[in-house]
């Protein structure tokens, strides 16, 4: 039998003098350090690099800017992001 489970809080962490998260649905800027629901949708951009870029999610590599809160993502209860060129 399937069973929905309770969505988690996940802590999202990154460098805010490179990045910038904002809450898809809200338009409201995350901070790093900030708890989110997971199934929520966060825009990040690069504030100094115009050019495609890897994003990294916890331990996987995207290449769009916009991301689903997922448990998965997560260790420890943090996803840390960052990009590459």
């Known amino acids: 039998m399937y069973r929905e489970r309770k969505k988690e809080k996940i ?3 990154f460098d805010a003098s490179k990045i910038k998260c ?3 649905a809200t338009k409201k800027i995350i901070n790093t350090g ?3 629901l997971e199934g929520v949708n966060l825009n990040f951009k ?3 690099d115009n050019e495609p870029l890897f994003w990294r999610f916890g331990s996987y590599f995207e290449v769009g800017t ?3 809160v997922y448990k998965g ?3 420890g209860g943090v996803i840390k992001v ?3 060129k």
């Open 73 to 75: 993502y997560s260790k």
């Open 11 to 13: 802590k999202i962490e």
């Open 46 to 48: 690069a504030l100094h």
């Open 82 to 84: 960052s990009y590459a």
């Open 66 to 68: 916009i991301k689903t």
């Open 22 to 24: 904002i809450n898809e």
């Open 34 to 36: 900030d708890k989110i």
